[in-house]
């Protein structure tokens, strides 16, 4: 729902010279007729999307018959970063999960869903993402202020955080990861 998102993702195209349509919609009610798409993919959408169930469904309804599926969706709960005090970092990453998008636990859920709207031969893959340094500094450092904002930590706490995360940056040793869960399946 993004127009930044949109207009970055045309901008991309657009460089790479490829002739891509894009369309500004919700997940829950894809602006499309049924059986459209000749295959789906779908990374890091579900989890900001508040009636998962309702865009699963509209995600099979526009997949042709038997057409492919993937889908790809980080467990923000397996976010780490490796400061040392570790009761920090799961009270920092616990709120993230819980507050900061739609469904920070969406791969617990997302099998059964993908089964009730109707899809077939669903298979899971796992990895797990190492965070380039200076994504992982931006993106940690975001979390901590979103904890402070929210009252999880305080002042002090928000200070110890980023001066961590800061430290662990000029010793280049900053290791940050996150879970990924790959869904396929067929229409």
């Known amino acids: ?35 459209s798409f000749e295959m789906l993919w ?57 507050s900061n998008v739609a469904h920070g636990w969406l791969p617990d859920l997302l099998r059964s869903v993908l089964e009730e709207v109707g899809f077939r031969e669903i298979q899971l893959a796992t990895r797990v993402v190492v965070f380039a340094s200076e994504l992982a500094a931006s993106y940690f450092a975001q979390c901590g202020r979103s904890a402070a904002t929210a009252g999880v930590l305080s002042d002090a706490e928000l200070q110890a955080w980023d001066a961590g995360i800061q430290e662990l940056v000029m010793r280049k040793s900053l290791f940050a990861t996150v879970g990924y869960f790959l869904f396929t399946a067929s229409a």
Not at 6 to 28: M, N, P, S, V
Not at 72 to 88: F, G, M, Q, Y
């Open 1 to 35: 729902m993004s127009a930044d998102f949109l207009a970055e993702a045309k901008r991309r195209a657009q460089a790479a010279g490829l002739d891509i349509a894009f369309t500004q919609a919700r997940a829950e009610a894809l602006p499309y007729p049924d059986h």
């Open 42 to 98: 779908a990374e890091r959408v579900l989890i900001y999307v508040p009636e998962v169930r309702r865009a699963a469904s509209e995600m099979r309804r526009v997949l042709r018959p038997g057409g492919p599926a993937a889908l790809i969706e980080p467990d923000i709960s397996t976010s780490t970063i490796n400061l040392e005090d570790r009761a920090l970092v799961r009270r920092v990453m616990g709120h993230e999960a819980d």
